[in-house]
């Protein structure tokens, strides 16, 4: 194996004696991506590489620190936001995060995907594996922050598929407080899309209570999609594909 290899060394001390760079710009460089062993990106400063490889750093290349990232997602039904537990089969929405599913939609500001773009990823205001539609990620604490401390202030707006005939009075029954389980909910807002779809605007109600709530309204919930969280909306990105939050955007 090339890592028992005794003429095998640390990408970092190969860059830094090629460059002429300290180790730790060049552990930054390799970290940020902009570092290719045999013309393929390598971003583990520890990697081993023998004298035979040919290591390049990247025209563009700098030093200014890799900011953390929040990304937006268009999950499909059937995805969970966690990573799969060993041995467990499924499908996770982690796995749509790289570069080969990021949407080609027309961004202001244009972020280069970086590998460190995609570690210690975190989900915000989970929906049920079986829906669909907008779901955050992020490694920004300020991002993780406000919507998990501020997440009852957030508008949700979802789309729900139903059947079946809905209770007398049902919708002011929900802009009064529905009694669902025993409790009475907050004041709900929702209008009839057409005739099987109903549009829901949630407050200090997570989307996981709404088969509960359609069941109380005599409806049985079909297929929900989540379309909009604050005023980041799902908008046109395609199913699968996800796109990065930009700078001047706010929840």
């Not at 990106?41 to 200014?64: E, K, M, Y």
């Not at 669909?132 to 401390?149: A, F, K, M």
């Not at 949630?202 to 109380?216: G, Q």
């Amino acid at each position: 194996m090339q890592a028992q290899d005794p003429q095998a060394i640390r990408l970092s001390k190969r860059l830094a004696s090629d460059i002429g760079c300290s180790r730790a710009e060049a552990e930054h460089y390799i970290d940020a991506g902009f570092v290719t062993v045999d013309g393929q990106i390598q971003d583990t400063p520890g990697a081993r590489v023998l004298p035979s490889q040919t290591v390049a750093l990247q025209t563009g290349a700098d030093l200014r620190p890799i900011q953390p990232v929040t990304l937006v997602l268009h999950k499909p039904a059937g995805y969970s936001l966690r990573a799969l537990e060993p041995g467990r089969t499924g499908l996770s929405a982690l796995d749509l995060l790289t570069p080969e599913h990021l949407a080609e939609v027309d961004t202001p500001q244009p972020v280069r995907p970086l590998p460190r773009h995609f570690r210690h990823q975190q989900f915000l205001l989970p929906i049920p594996r079986a829906a669909s539609g907008l779901v955050v990620y992020s490694q920004d604490p300020r991002i993780i922050r406000h919507l998990t401390e501020e997440a009852d202030l957030l508008e949700q707006e979802c789309l729900a598929e139903v059947q079946g005939e809905m209770i007398e009075d049902g919708l002011a029954l929900l802009a009064n407080g529905l009694y669902v389980d025993g409790d009475r909910l907050p004041p709900l807002k929702a209008s009839w899309q057409n005739e099987t779809h109903l549009r829901f605007a949630l407050k200090r109600v997570a989307p996981e209570w709404l088969p509960a709530i359609c069941a109380a309204l005599g409806l049985e919930l079909v297929s929900l999609k989540r379309l909009r969280i604050g005023r980041i909306s799902l908008s046109k990105l395609p199913q699968g594909q996800w796109r990065y939050l930009q700078g001047y955007e706010r929840f």
